[in-house]
C-alpha cells in the first residue's frame, strides 16, 4: 500500500490520510507508525551525536581510548599535540552538548566539526580509514539536522 506522504506541509499530510482512510482503513495507523519511527531513529541519533562527542572530548583529557595526538601530523600546529588536543576535547564538549540541548544548531556543528576533521586526515593522507569514517558520520549528524524539523 502507497499513500503520498508529504511531510514538509503537516496539514497536507492529514488531508491525503483522512482521503485515504476512506480508502484504506489503515492509512491513519501507518502514518502513526512512520511518526513514531521517525521519533526513535530521531532520539537514537540525536544520543549518539550528543554523547559520543562528550566522550571523546573528555577522553582529550585521559587519553584512556587512544593517543589522540598520534593523528596530528608533524608541525601541523604551532603548540603542543597535548594542549591542542584538550582544546578540541573542549570543543567537542561543547558541541555535544549543544546537540542534546539545540538538536538542530549542535548537529549542524557536529557535521561540520567531522568534515574538518576528514579533510585534515585526507591532506596528509594519514588515518585515511578514519577520515572516511568520520565523512559517514558527518552524513549522520546532517540526518539529525534534517529530521529535528519532523520529529
Given at each position: 500500500?502507497?499513500?503520498?506522504?508529504?511531510a514538509e506541509i503537516p496539514d497536507k499530510v492529514t488531508t491525503d490520510v483522512t482521503f485515504l482512510s476512506v480508502f484504506d482503513p489503515t492509512a491513519k495507523q501507518n502514518l502513526k507508525n512512520m511518526e513514531t519511527?521517525?521519533?526513535?531513529?530521531?532520539?537514537?541519533?540525536k544520543y549518539t551525536y550528543g554523547l559520543v562527542p562528550i566522550v571523546a572530548g573528555l577522553d582529550k583529557f585521559t587519553n584512556i581510548l587512544?593517543?589522540?595526538?598520534?593523528y596530528l601530523s608533524e608541525g601541523m600546529i604551532p603548540m603542543e599535540a597535548g594542549t591542542f588536543m584538550m582544546i578540541v576535547g573542549v570543543i567537542e564538549i561543547i558541541a555535544?552538548?549543544?546537540?542534546?540541548t539545540k538538536t538542530k544548531l549542535g548537529s549542524?556543528?557536529?557535521?561540520?566539526?567531522?568534515?574538518?576533521i576528514a579533510i585534515t586526515l585526507l591532506i596528509s593522507w594519514s588515518y585515511v580509514d578514519v577520515a572516511v569514517r568520520d565523512l559517514v558520520m558527518a552524513i549522520g549528524a546532517y540526518s539529525l539536522y534534517k529530521l529535528s524539523d519532523h520529529a
Amino acid at each position: 500500500m502507497v499513500f503520498p506522504l508529504r511531510a514538509e506541509i503537516p496539514d497536507k499530510v492529514t488531508t491525503d490520510v483522512t482521503f485515504l482512510s476512506v480508502f484504506d482503513p489503515t492509512a491513519k495507523q501507518n502514518l502513526k507508525n512512520m511518526e513514531t519511527t521517525v521519533k526513535n531513529v530521531f532520539s537514537l541519533l540525536k544520543y549518539t551525536y550528543g554523547l559520543v562527542p562528550i566522550v571523546a572530548g573528555l577522553d582529550k583529557f585521559t587519553n584512556i581510548l587512544t593517543d589522540w595526538s598520534q593523528y596530528l601530523s608533524e608541525g601541523m600546529i604551532p603548540m603542543e599535540a597535548g594542549t591542542f588536543m584538550m582544546i578540541v576535547g573542549v570543543i567537542e564538549i561543547i558541541a555535544g552538548a549543544l546537540v542534546l540541548t539545540k538538536t538542530k544548531l549542535g548537529s549542524l556543528i557536529v557535521a561540520a566539526w567531522l568534515i574538518l576533521i576528514a579533510i585534515t586526515l585526507l591532506i596528509s593522507w594519514s588515518y585515511v580509514d578514519v577520515a572516511v569514517r568520520d565523512l559517514v558520520m558527518a552524513i549522520g549528524a546532517y540526518s539529525l539536522y534534517k529530521l529535528s524539523d519532523h520529529a
